[in-house]
């Protein structure tokens, strides 16, 4: 059973957040902080106590803007810990996802909580503690990709991202209607997507080859037109994708 403790300024957001992980049966117990200081006060405890004292914490559902001490920083702080807790953000903004991960956050929740969304993030926390087995999963859609956004899970059609781009742990995808952030490295999408058309043109973006609409060389430089932009192409990678185009024609 999982010890909790959950931080969040803001005391609606802190109940609904209790509330929400009181019902899962994966979590022993869960306390709540106002701010970051209450709660490294009482992770402090928690190392004093040894992790199978009382006190012994194993997860800290942590938000990201708080007055005074930040949950980014305060997540910079527990690695300097000999034994931290496991971290996973529950926050209403996107934008900090890259920096939480590079943090070794477990997970990034967004605002608001969903039911499913938060005990899909106690399930990791459970494995990487070993407080349960793993437990098989379907087979993901392969026409479609799931991408969060204001805590919507929405399902976005692989024909229609033209282009993907690496973000650290994450990666970007692109359509014409707008761009989704999801935690999956860019090299495990080129392996996923390699037989729908997308190809790696440079360490940093994967294109699809459907939507390319020009291939330009100028002075020595290739690049190609892609969603309404232009991406260079590294050296590496130019014999390949001229060779695909070709193909293609």
């Given at each position: 059973?999982?010890?909790a403790?959950?931080?969040?300024?803001?005391?609606?957001?802190?109940?609904?957040?209790?509330?929400?992980?009181h019902?899962?049966?994966?979590?022993?117990?869960v306390?709540?902080?106002?701010?970051?200081?209450?709660?490294?006060?009482?992770?402090?405890?928690?190392?004093?106590?040894?992790?199978?004292?009382?006190?012994?914490?194993?997860?800290?559902?942590?938000?990201?803007?708080?007055?005074?001490?930040?949950?980014?920083?305060m997540?910079?702080?527990?690695?300097?810990?000999?034994?931290p807790?496991?971290?996973?953000?529950?926050?209403?903004?996107?934008?900090?996802?890259?920096?939480?991960?590079?943090l070794?956050?477990?997970?990034?929740?967004?605002?608001?909580?969903?039911?499913?969304?938060?005990?899909?993030?106690?399930?990791?926390?459970?494995?990487?503690?070993?407080?349960?087995?793993?437990?098989?999963?379907?087979?993901?859609?392969?026409?479609?990709?799931?991408?969060?956004?204001?805590?919507?899970?929405?399902?976005?059609?692989?024909?229609?991202?033209?282009?993907?781009?690496?973000?650290?742990?994450?990666?970007?995808?692109?359509?014409?209607?707008?761009?989704?952030?999801?935690?999956?490295?860019?090299?495990?999408?080129?392996?996923?997507?390699?037989?729908?058309?997308?190809?790696?043109?440079?360490?940093?973006?994967?294109?699809?080859?459907?939507?390319?609409?020009?291939?330009?060389?100028?002075a020595g430089?290739?690049?190609?037109?892609?969603?309404?932009?232009?991406?260079q192409?590294?050296?590496?990678?130019?014999?390949?994708?001229?060779?695909?185009?070709?193909?293609?024609v």
């Open positions: 059973m999982l010890r403790l959950a931080v969040d300024d803001e005391r609606p957001s802190l109940e609904e957040l209790l509330y929400l992980l019902a899962d049966p994966r979590i022993g117990s306390e709540g902080a106002a701010d970051a200081t209450e709660a490294l006060r009482r992770i402090t405890r928690a190392l004093e106590s040894g992790p199978q004292g009382p006190e012994a914490v194993d997860v800290v559902f942590l938000d990201v803007q708080m007055p005074g001490l930040d949950g980014l920083e997540a910079r702080l527990l690695t300097g810990f000999a034994r807790p496991l971290v996973v953000f529950v926050t209403a903004h996107e934008d900090f996802a890259v920096r939480a991960f590079d070794k956050a477990v997970d990034y929740v967004l605002k608001p909580v969903r039911k499913e969304r938060l005990a899909e993030a106690v399930r990791r926390v459970a494995e990487l503690r070993g407080a349960a087995p793993r437990i098989p999963v379907h087979e993901p859609d392969p026409d479609h990709i799931p991408v969060e956004l204001g805590g919507v899970t929405r399902f976005v059609a692989v024909d229609d991202i033209t282009h993907v781009e690496a973000q650290g742990d994450y990666a970007r995808l692109h359509t014409d209607r707008g761009s989704h952030l999801v935690r999956i490295p860019l090299s495990t999408l080129e392996d996923r997507w390699r037989s729908r058309g997308f190809v790696r043109i440079h360490r940093r973006h994967l294109v699809a080859l459907r939507h390319i609409g020009e291939l330009r060389l100028d430089t290739v690049s190609v037109l892609v969603g309404g932009g232009e991406l192409v590294s050296r590496r990678h130019t014999r390949e994708l001229r060779d695909l185009l070709m193909r293609r």
